[in-house]
């Protein structure tokens, strides 16, 4: 059994991921005294920094990531108390030489590697690491999103890293799984008896599932054009969270069991094809508009040449199996979209029978839950309630939302970034929120059909204004049933 890292190796220690997340929530594990004592922190990258330099980079990515009121000398000192850095690139032999014996150096436990490179890196690593004598028992690697950019890919990075590293000891970052929203669903389905009974095909009509990004590229073109939404966002992140609806209850909250039933699911969908690919998905690509009332420019602009990448994409899902049956599960995520949303609603089915007439028959509304992740999380049921006073045409009706604020709620909370979590995790050997091989290459073949049913269809991304919702299709999407798209 694994236990705590006596040393977290993180390979990418200088990249943009390394500085906006990781570094920062490695100091705040610091400052919340969770990180084992003694542990040791060597950052790697192609970058020929010394020790010191490595220190100034966590020192400003710090100074700029944290809040100053958060920030403590103490805790800073205490991480950079950790740290050592050695230059190393995967596809130079000696320096994984030099960087294995480094390792074998500063353990003196178990060995925690995070891959935070480019994923052509993973396998290379590993096996060089594997070579030199430090990736034997005790040892655990981390890799970060996207394993491959569908399944022939994301198979060659698995085996290549299995060579050095059996499956138990693989963390697949989903970093969707490491936030606090994520795991309260988890809370919300299996620490309340209330909605496992309705949480059925009989009972629950929709599923609707939203990731909205207002941001574009972001200067990550060159990775995006060969992704778009469907590899970047829902092979992943919608995925999981559609897992984590969908899923069974597990019978404990731990690797095996939680991930032996999310790909049940994931090997329950059906399969979205050339022969439906045209009534079940719509794909967009973002043109000129405005967010906030501030001028965007479109996709092509911002990439700088044509493309037929989609930067939206709406699918209706299903999960078939006895619990979901016939339940359509709707997932949308798009970029420059007009808020930054994550959002999970379920809607229910209507009243068997509606006792009133008139007015209030008209007022409504089918009962919903939302489970709100981001910006802020919040959990809202939606539920009718008389309005209040009288009516010359007898009773009416109206929405009322039950709203639990978790921020409100518990006020000493802090927004943490995923990585926190994720990272406790795997330093402490607990692989339950990260996503294991047979998930990742499920997913990679359910998506790859969708992929390759736009080809042979001809299906082409259709142009939505930046800040809109996505192109008019989406909506139709969901409208055919009956449905519409929670407002
Ligand atoms: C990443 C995608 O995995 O998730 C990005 O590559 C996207 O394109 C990001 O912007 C969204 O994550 P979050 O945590 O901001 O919702």
């Known amino acids: 059994p694994a236990t705590h890292a006596s040393l977290l190796t993180i390979f990418g220690a200088t990249g943009d991921l390394a500085q906006r ?50 920030r403590s000398e103490e805790a800073l000192r205490g991480l950079l108390e950790r ?81 050095a590293f059996d499956e138990e000891r693989v963390y697949r970052v989903d970093h969707y799984l490491g936030k606090e929203g994520v795991q309260n669903l988890i809370a919300l389905r299996f620490g309340n008896a209330l909605f496992e009974p309705l949480w059925n095909a009989r009972h629950v009509e929709q599923v609707q599932i939203t990731v909205a990004e207002t941001v574009g ?86 990439l700088g040449r044509p493309s037929r990448t989609e930067t939206f994409v709406a699918l209706r899902a299903h999960v078939d199996n006895w619990r979901w049956s016939g339940v359509p599960f709707y997932l949308r995520t798009g970029k420059r979209l007009p808020a930054r949303s994550t959002e999970i609603y379920l809607q229910f089915r209507k009243v068997p029978y509606s006792i009133f007439g008139g007015a209030a028959a008209a007022d409504m509304r089918p009962n919903g839950l939302l489970i709100k992740l981001q910006p802020e999380e919040r959990i809202e049921l939606d539920l009718m309630s008389k309005t209040p006073g009288l009516d010359r045409h007898g009773l009416r009706l109206s929405q009322v939302a039950l709203d639990l604020d978790f921020h409100q709620e518990f006020s000493s909370a802090r927004r943490r970034i995923a990585y926190e979590r994720l990272y406790l995790d795997a330093i402490e050997g607990n692989g339950t929120l990260f996503v294991r091989r047979d998930e990742t290459e499920a997913a990679w073949q359910w998506v790859d059909a969708i992929a390759a049913g736009w080809r042979d269809a001809g299906m082409l991304p259709r142009p939505y204004p930046a800040g809109t919702w996505g192109p008019g299709a989406a909506i139709s999407l969901v409208d055919r049933l009956g449905h519409g798209w929670r407002e």
């Open 217 to 302: 590229v972001e200067g990550r073109g060159d990775y995006y054009d060969d992704a778009g939404a469907l590899r970047d966002m829902l092979q992943n992140h919608l995925l999981q969270l559609l897992c984590l609806v969908a899923m069974e209850p597990p019978a404990r909250f731990d690797p095996t069991a939680v991930r032996n039933e999310k790909i049940k699911v994931l090997r329950s969908l059906r399969a979205i094809d050339a022969s439906n690919v045209a009534t079940e998905s719509v794909a967009g690509q973002y043109t000129a508009g405005a967010i906030d009332g501030a001028a965007v420019p479109g996709y092509v602009e911002e």
């Open 83 to 163: 740290l050592d850095y050695l230059p190393a690139s995967a596809d130079d032999d000696a320096s994984m030489a030099a960087l294995a014996a480094r390792v074998q150096a500063l353990r003196a436990g178990d060995v925690l590697y995070h891959m935070s490179t480019a994923p052509k890196f993973y396998g290379p690593a590993c096996q060089a690491l594997a070579a030199h004598g430090a990736a034997g028992p005790g040892t655990r690697v981390m890799l970060e999103k996207p394993i491959g950019k569908d399944l022939a890919s994301a198979i060659a990075i698995n085996d290549a890293v299995a060579r």
């Open 21 to 70: 997340m990781l570094l920062p929530s490695l100091y705040s594990l610091q400052a919340e005294r969770l990180l084992p004592e003694g542990m040791r922190i060597l950052g790697t990258a192609r970058s020929e920094l010394d020790r010191e330099g490595f220190a100034q980079l966590v020192a400003d990515s710090i100074q700029q990531r944290i809040p100053a009121h958060e």
